[in-house]
């Protein structure tokens, strides 16, 4: 699944290839027909945002929404440029005479009014976001407080409490902290809290900024931790069975 790094990657390459022009907007795929993709025909890309996994593109009163899930994906392409994926794929493609943007695939493909953005059920529910400008590390501990019966590797998924930590991240912030997954939110102090928030901050910052994620310990199970040397261990965690990694000394409970 797409997680916070990409979609703001996305968003960026988005704006700057197509911010301020007039678009062409088409739908190959039926999918994007049923969104009405046609209706942002001729108009104009305001800006590009994101919040967690959530991408928002303005056209005056309407706007874009779209989340990847696991499997959709954003290119985009010079003009003229062949594409990586099969043209009935596409749900939507925005284009000018340079450069277009194209959308496959995904769970959500949606158009909004503006401003019923603020007010919309799936986005207002969001927590904090993961990459926002001025950051407040506190402020997701806090959230991440309020289920002290859930583990940490668990509650970091949750996009009502922080937006953005996909798996990935999730097991990598956990590692960087020297936290275990698998203790209760409950049983650790605010400033552990604060701390494994800042460390899924600043890992996805730089993978924003290095267009790439370093992985110590994700998808690595059984290869050595790269601080000890002990097997690397993973185990499904949470209602949904997501996969965590994890070191088992290096992140033991009273670590």
């Known amino acids: 699944m797409a997680e916070g790094d990409t979609i703001l990657r996305a ?16 739908a190959p795929n039926p999918r994007g027909r049923s969104v009405g993709i046609e209706r942002l025909d001729g108009r104009s890309l305001e800006r590009v945002d994101s919040h967690g996994k959530h991408l928002l593109l303005y056209f005056g009163d309407l706007v874009l929404h779209s989340h990847l899930g696991m499997s959709g994906s954003w290119h985009v392409y010079g003009a003229g440029a062949a594409w990586r994926k099969p043209a009935g794929a596409a749900w939507a493609t925005l284009a000018t005479s340079r450069a277009e943007a194209v959308q ?11 401003g019923a953005v603020q007010r919309d059920p799936v986005l207002a529910r969001l927590g904090p976001d993961i990459l926002a400008p001025g950051f407040d590390a506190e402020r997701v501990g806090r959230s991440l407080a ?10 970091l998924l949750d996009q009502h409490l922080v937006a953005g930590i996909g798996n990935i991240f999730k097991s990598e912030a956990c590692f960087a902290a020297r936290l275990d997954p698998w203790r209760r939110v409950g049983d650790l102090p605010a400033e552990q809290l604060s701390h494994v928030a800042q460390a899924a901050h600043d890992l996805m910052q730089a993978a924003v ?21 002990i097997p690397i261990r993973s185990r499904g965690q949470g209602d949904a069975n997501r996969t ?12």
């Open 146 to 155: 309020s289920v002290p019966d859930r583990t940490l590797g668990d509650a």
């Open 244 to 255: 965590t990694y994890w070191c088992p000394s290096c992140q033991r409970p009273s670590g």
């Open 104 to 114: 496959f695939g995904g769970p959500t493909l949606r158009l909004l009014r503006a």
């Open 209 to 229: 900024d290095e267009g790439r994620a370093d992985r110590a310990v994700y998808k690595r199970a059984g290869r050595p931790c790269p601080r000890c040397g």
């Open 11 to 26: 968003s960026r390459r988005i704006e700057a290839a197509l911010a301020g022009q007039a678009l062409s907007a088409t």
